[in-house]
């Protein structure tokens, strides 16, 4: 299987223009807000959606794991959906996910995000995976999953603060009609840490996802953004259907 590499940093590539995220100096995988199980949950509101999201995201992580040989997997929060103690079904999912990925790495890292309550039963069921309360650090990778502020005291060893829980896209109307939306990585300074954060797009496909905008912070979900950040210094990598990464070196040129 071929697949191209979009650099963000010397480090840091964008996987086939996927929210996949390859970090070239530690041979890891990451990916974050897989939300499995969401169809099962959404049809006990009411709403009937195909499910398939687990079998299809299983395939293709499969499909790029074997390609790309990482020793290290990262996700990095909500890899289930409910905001409760998971289902049947949605455990089913969470399961055949990790049962069938955990073979071709040797190491999964999960960090737990908002969404996962009553995950950490995978440290038992799953031997080559850790679950972490709060963040995970990979040497100069800080990964956390972006729901609560980044601590005061981070080493200033990182280099890099990596996050999720956002869903950033990019959005906007062509001529006053045509509505495009696409999903963006983020990356720019913190306020208050030398190291620099990066945001990562959703994985899941029912994502609707947050616009971001520099000048509407109030709407943002992650204290992260709305508070520790000025996101006008922010570079914008905007994912396309046909796998290019299109990157705007600032909001300047993109507003």
């Not at 959606?49 to 499969?62: D, R």
């Not at 990262?74 to 049962?99: A, Y």
């Not at 990964?143 to 200033?156: A, C, M, N, Q």
Request: no cysteine.
């Amino acid at each position: 299987m071929k697949f191209s590499r979009d650099s963000i940093t010397s480090e840091m590539n964008i996987i086939d223009g996927l929210p996949i995220l390859y970090l070239e100096d530690e041979n890891t995988l990451v990916l974050t807000d897989l939300h499995l199980g969401i169809e099962s949950i959404m049809s006990e509101d009411g709403t009937y959606i195909p499910h398939n999201q687990t079998q299809k995201l299983t395939k293709i992580v499969s499909q790029y794991v074997t390609a790309i040989k990482p020793k290290i997997l990262v996700l990095n929060g909500d890899v289930k959906h409910s905001f409760h103690e998971p289902t049947r079904i949605e455990n089913r999912d969470v399961k055949n996910f990790l049962q069938t990925i955990a073979p071709l790495v040797d190491e999964i890292h999960i960090i737990k995000g908002n969404h996962d309550i009553f995950l950490n039963w995978v440290t038992r069921d799953i031997q080559n995976a850790s679950f972490h309360e709060e963040f995970f650090i990979l040497n100069q990778y800080y990964f956390t999953h972006g729901d609560k502020k980044i601590p005061l005291d981070l080493s200033d060893k990182i280099k890099y603060v990596i996050i999720g829980h956002e869903h950033p896209v990019f959005h906007t109307r062509v001529n006053g009609f045509q509505k495009i939306r696409a999903r963006i990585f983020l990356l720019g300074p913190l306020n208050n840490h030398k190291a620099r954060l990066l945001v990562q797009p959703a994985f899941s496909d029912y994502s609707s996802g947050t616009p971001i905008h520099p000048n509407h912070k109030d709407n943002l979900l992650s204290p992260i953004l709305r508070e520790e950040v000025d996101l006008s210094l922010f570079e914008i990598y905007v994912l396309s259907d046909d796998k290019e990464v299109f990157h705007f070196p600032s909001f300047d040129l993109w507003l």
